[in-house]
């Protein structure tokens, strides 16, 4: 028999882990899940831009939605709450009432591009016309959600001229998994990231030309994901990875095309949310403690702060950033739900240790000039999330960069697992593949009884 792929393997344990994860974790107990919930609603029922009432953002709903929410609200940062089974068979029950509608806050996520939602809005429009109830749709928003990242880096992983195994080694770690079980917005903007990249290497590392029709997708796709997360821009500079003389200059007109055409709809849609977004010492005093909104945060002001002292930002990006590594570390593989609920040290050690040891024996991918090209890419996508982060998280002027975690770096993963992987021990490559197989097939069992153990037991 002929062995499975790394795309077929991906999919595999995706698809088996990820439903489980689907229905295991609880309700709105994934980080921001309620506001991506809602926000995905609005779009569905055709509401593209965010609405506003009374120093208000979010949108018009039904209140069934939030009667689901509030169901599951005490497990949320309390550790000692557990699931009641019972409840989930009674809130399947709660009918969705698309009549009595009530002004629902979700401020954090109503700014974002509607784009980001297609999969969850889909799913949840065809729930509505049929029938169904609030649960029901959150649990077809979740899935739809997961079975779109699963083509997205299918088809990522197979259109990889190398590397394949590492990327899918990646996407196989237990919070990557939980991630896409969600209803979360950046799931498809991820998945999207990651199509990307593959895109742009293959075309860029193979003989394999650059016909009208992949470039069109590429095109759309980058827009897309621009529009979805402006942070995502630097991709693009993938198209001009070191090459010849001659072929930077093929490449020149497709990459400007790209990078104005990726810049203009991150501008557009960004300024759009920037005038609809309240801050918290704006928004109505009535409701605003219970929004996802932090007090002093001002992100006019805060631009100017960085304008104005450049250095100063820098400076508390990058120490903020080096203190908070070990937190990203441990997000970026094993974390669940809004507390710290993470894997044991013990796996998240075993699942850095297979990931180091496949950067070994992936083989020398790109030369020299092309690592520090990757590099540069890295380190412009966190400079621009800490810009973003700051204006958006942080109050004015604040010491540090807070909110620094490892799923916000998925997107850029690829890129840098590529730069860093190397040839020490490519000799024993086919036994440290089947050797990260079993550690993260082991490490996603542990990920769900640790889910069984925080929520249920």
Not at 8 to 30: E, K
Not at 226 to 243: D, G, H, T
Not at 332 to 356: D, I, M, R, V
């Amino acid at each position: 028999m002929k062995r499975p792929d790394a795309a077929t393997v991906f999919a595999g344990l995706a698809l088996i882990f990820g439903s489980i994860l689907v229905f295991l974790i609880p309700p709105f107990q994934s980080p921001d899940e309620p506001n991506h919930f809602f926000r995905a609603c609005q779009v569905s029922e055709g509401v593209i831009f965010p609405q506003t009432t009374d120093r208000r953002l979010g949108g018009l709903l039904p209140a069934s939605l939030v009667q689901l929410r509030d169901s599951f609200s005490r497990l949320k940062m309390n550790y000692d709450a557990r699931l009641d089974r019972d409840k989930i068979f009674h809130c399947l029950e709660i009918p969705l009432d698309k009549d009595r509608k009530n002004f629902t806050d979700f401020p954090n996520t109503a700014i974002y591009a509607p784009t980001a939602y297609l999969p969850q809005a889909f799913a949840t429009g065809i729930l509505r016309i049929c029938g169904g109830t609030p649960l029901q749709m959150l649990y077809a928003a979740r899935l739809s959600n997961l079975l779109v990242w699963v083509l997205l880096v299918f088809a990522a992983i197979r259109m990889m001229p190398f590397g394949e195994q590492l990327i899918a080694a990646i996407a196989l770690l237990p919070a990557s998994l939980v991630m896409a079980a969600s209803a979360n917005a950046d799931v498809v903007t991820n998945g999207l990231c990651w199509w990307l990249t593959a895109s742009f290497l293959r075309y860029g590392f193979t003989k394999s030309n650059l016909r009208l029709p992949v470039f069109t997708k590429q095109w759309g796709t980058f827009i897309l994901v621009c529009a979805n997360k402006l942070i995502a821009l630097p991709l693009v500079l993938l198209n001009l990875m070191p090459r010849r003389r001659d072929e930077w200059r093929k490449q020149l007109f497709p990459f400007s095309i790209l990078a104005v055409s990726g810049l203009v709809a991150a501008l557009a849609w960004g300024g759009l949310a920037n005038r609809r977004f309240i801050p918290y010492d704006a928004y109505n005093t009535a409701v605003r403690q219970e929004q996802t909104l932090n007090e002093g945060v001002d992100p006019a002001r805060q631009l100017a702060f960085m304008r104005e002292r450049p250095f100063v930002f820098i400076r508390r990006a990058g120490v903020s950033l080096a203190r908070a590594l070990p937190s990203i570390a441990a997000h970026f593989a094993g974390k669940f739900g809004w507390e710290k609920n993470y894997l044991h040290p013990a796996w998240l050690a075993l699942l850095w240790l297979a990931l180091a040891a496949m950067l070994a024996s992936t083989g020398d991918l790109l030369s020299a000039r092309q690592r520090v090209w990757a590099a540069v890419i890295v380190v412009l996508y966190v400079g621009l999330f800490a810009a973003t982060m700051y204006a958006l998280w942080c109050p004015v002027g604040s010491p540090e960069v807070s909110n620094f975690q490892g799923r916000y770096f998925v997107p850029i993963a690829p890129v840098a697992a590529l730069a860093l992987a190397g040839r020490w021990l490519q000799s024993l490559r086919k036994q440290i593949w089947l050797a990260t197989l079993a550690v993260l097939t082991g490490g996603n069992m542990a990920l769900i009884v640790a889910v069984l153990q925080r929520y249920y037991w």
